[in-house]
């Protein structure tokens, strides 16, 4: 083979080898990513810096600015637009409901005090509360927690037709919301069961609802039975029960508004 061929198929050689290495590393080596930055319309709202409970007094430093989308802002929002009287709004007042730690914080979940008490904060509008005595028996073994919903229930004595003294069961109102139990509005995290000196449960009702519990509380004594929470916002077909004093001391039981027992109360 002629010295002039050897010679060419060398340089060949190497402009391929030379080639294939180069092309390998234009493989392997990512290409760098395209960043295109775009500027944000953002605001500082007011969040919770820590959990807040239902009823806490809060402080300034329970709460922080955070960059937020001026376009997710709400009306309900406390911003920094108005200068430090956001911050001053939300200190030392009272939360209606829970806050979680970095939820920007709403007007409609703070109330100062002189604007009313938590509880009165809490209640739906045209809802009353009103309280009942409780027992071990008689609330499902002190078991039953604000926000559970029960079924309330009147026992009472009666005469019966030889003048004997016997005892009838009513259920008065279904799912009811418990707002409280004793001075407990709140359910505290990993507790179990209310306080064991509280003797009184406080009750989300209607005024007409208000109205018969309070009767009944004076004719016998009150039982709360404790609902599933499966069926806790189920509805009831019976809009409630009321109870009348008619013709002296006789007691008419109302039920969808037909009368289903008469009889005397000692």
Do not use: C
């Amino acid at each position: 083979m002629r010295r002039a061929q050897l010679i060419g198929i060398t340089i060949a050689g190497g402009a391929g080898l030379l080639a294939f290495f180069l092309m390998r590393s234009i493989v392997s080596t990512p290409s760098e990513p395209t960043r295109i930055s775009e500027p944000v319309d953002a605001t500082e709202v007011l969040v919770a810096r820590k959990n807040i409970g239902l009823g806490e007094v809060t402080k300034e430093s329970d709460f922080r600015w955070q960059s937020w989308p001026a376009d997710a802002v709400t009306p309900s929002y406390i911003t920094n637009r108005d200068g430090g009287a956001g911050m001053r709004a939300a200190t030392g007042a009272i939360a209606r409901s829970p806050i979680l730690a970095g939820e920007p914080v709403t007007r409609n979940k703070l109330i100062k005090a002189g604007d009313g008490g938590v509880l009165a904060a809490i209640l739906p509008s045209g809802m009353r509360a009103i309280s009942t005595r409780i027992k071990e028996e008689t609330a499902a073994g002190r078991l039953i927690l604000p926000n559970d919903h029960v079924d309330v229930i009147l026992t009472r004595r009666m005469r019966g037709p030889k003048g004997e003294d016997q005892y009838v069961s009513d259920t008065l109102f279904h799912n009811i919301r418990v707002l409280a139990i004793g001075q407990q509005i709140e359910t505290k995290e990993g507790k179990k069961q209310a306080e064991g000196s509280a003797n009184t449960a406080t009750l989300e009702l209607t005024p007409q609802q208000a109205e018969v519990l309070a009767r009944a509380n004076s004719m016998g004594e009150i039982s709360l039975s404790l609902r599933s929470i499966a069926d806790a916002n189920a509805s009831e077909p019976e809009p409630g029960e009321a109870l009348s004093n008619e013709r002296g001391n006789a007691v008419r039981i109302l039920r969808y508004g037909v009368p289903s027992r008469e009889y005397g109360v000692n």
